[in-house]
């Protein structure tokens, strides 16, 4: 099966500096990528998703890019705030499957 | 639109006791996922619905736990009996996707288990 690996576990980046997140993937299939944000004790939230076919999307802070022949895809994070402080998961997968990775735990310092 | 419900919010329960979950998908997703979240992990699945039928039920531990989506909206899902190790989050999530089309997961409240 899918293999996602994530890393670095905890991040703590200053407020208004980047924060990138990097995940790698070992099932080549794999054609979806989402991010998802998980404040403490609440749910995951989709934030941005990539498909295969592209290598880079962007909205607003937040980029993810997709890198297919190394099988890695990373997050993005611009002048980061309080409010980006939570756990983020990358995951891949292909139609309707996503495995996910372990979590980083990014702490954005006022 | 409403969101993934789920119930109970809480649940504490004696190991060797049952214990049900349920869950109501978005309106129209055919897709229908339950995750075990233990404290500092990712989401784990456990088993994933397409409609009422079962696409993927391979990290289940289907000795003690069972599932199921009856007239493929609504869904339960059982431990019988709960273990120690069974204290986790129990996530339910819901998609659009398809056989041939991906989508984004969204996700109920959980219910938090507590097995002593």
């Known amino acids: 099966g899918e293999n996602v690996e994530q890393h670095p576990s905890t991040l703590s980046v200053q407020e208004g500096d980047s924060a990138v997140i990097k995940c790698t993937y070992s099932d080549s299939a794999s054609n979806y990528f989402p991010w998802y944000k998980q404040e403490l004790g609440k749910r995951p939230q989709l934030i941005i998703d990539?498909?295969?076919?592209?290598g880079e999307k962007k909205d607003q802070r937040i980029a993810v890019t997709l890198n297919k022949t190394a099988k890695h895809f990373s997050l993005h994070i611009t002048e980061t705030q309080p409010e980006d402080s939570a756990v983020y998961f990358c995951?891949?997968?292909?139609?309707?499957?996503?495995?996910f990775g372990i979590g980083t735990k990014l702490q954005v310092i006022p | 639109e409403a969101g993934v419900a789920q119930s109970p919010r809480y649940k504490i329960i004696e190991k060797r006791q049952s214990v049900a979950f349920w869950c109501n998908p978005i309106s129209g997703h055919a897709t229908l996922y339950w995750y075990q979240q233990i404290l500092g992990q990712g989401p784990k699945l456990l088993i994933q619905?397409?409609?009422?039928?079962?696409?993927?039920d391979s990290q289940l531990p289907k000795d003690r736990f069972s599932a199921e989506r009856l007239k493929g909206v609504d869904s339960t899902l059982k431990i019988q009996p709960a273990k120690l190790e069974d204290s986790a989050v129990y996530l339910c999530?819901?998609?659009?996707?398809?056989?041939?089309?991906?989508?984004?997961?969204?996700f109920g409240p959980g219910t938090r288990l507590t097995v002593l």
């Open positions: 995951a891949s997968g292909g139609y309707q499957k996503v495995t």
């Open positions: 619905f397409q409609n009422n039928g079962v696409v993927d």
């Open positions: 999530a819901s998609s659009s996707a398809g056989t041939s089309r991906n989508a984004g997961q969204f």
């Open positions: 990539i498909r295969s076919n592209v």
